[in-house]
């Protein structure tokens, strides 16, 4: 692109086509997220002392989990 000119698609990034944000917008986007945790914040704690009393369930993770892996390696190994 020669020099003084201004490509069509100037608010987007070259490499991956997101739109590029300036400061002010990333500040009030960061306002508005800091602004969510604390409005979402007695239902954060409420959960979390809900799921220290609940049993925990390792093996409803682990085992598909482990079912995956293993699939994924006999996949490499037929290859």
Same mark, same amino acid.
């Given at each position: 692109? =020669?020099?003084?000119? $201004?490509?069509?698609? +100037?608010?987007h990034?070259?490499?991956s086509g997101?739109?590029?944000?300036s400061?002010?917008?990333?500040?009030i986007?960061?306002?508005?997220?800091? @602004? @969510?945790? +604390?409005?979402?914040? =007695?239902?954060?704690?409420?959960?979390?002392?809900?799921?220290?009393?609940?049993?925990?369930?390792? =093996?409803?993770? !682990? $085992? =598909?989990?482990?079912?995956v !892996?293993? +699939?994924?390696? +006999?996949?490499?190994?037929?290859?």
């Open positions: 692109m =020669p020099h003084g000119k $201004v490509d069509s698609d +100037f608010p990034s070259q490499q997101q739109i590029m944000l400061t002010w917008e990333n500040l986007l960061g306002a508005l997220a800091l @602004l @969510l945790l +604390f409005w979402m914040q =007695p239902g954060i704690k409420a959960a979390l002392a809900r799921s220290k009393q609940t049993p925990s369930d390792w =093996p409803s993770v !682990v $085992v =598909p989990l482990l079912l !892996v293993m +699939f994924v390696l +006999f996949l490499i190994a037929m290859v």
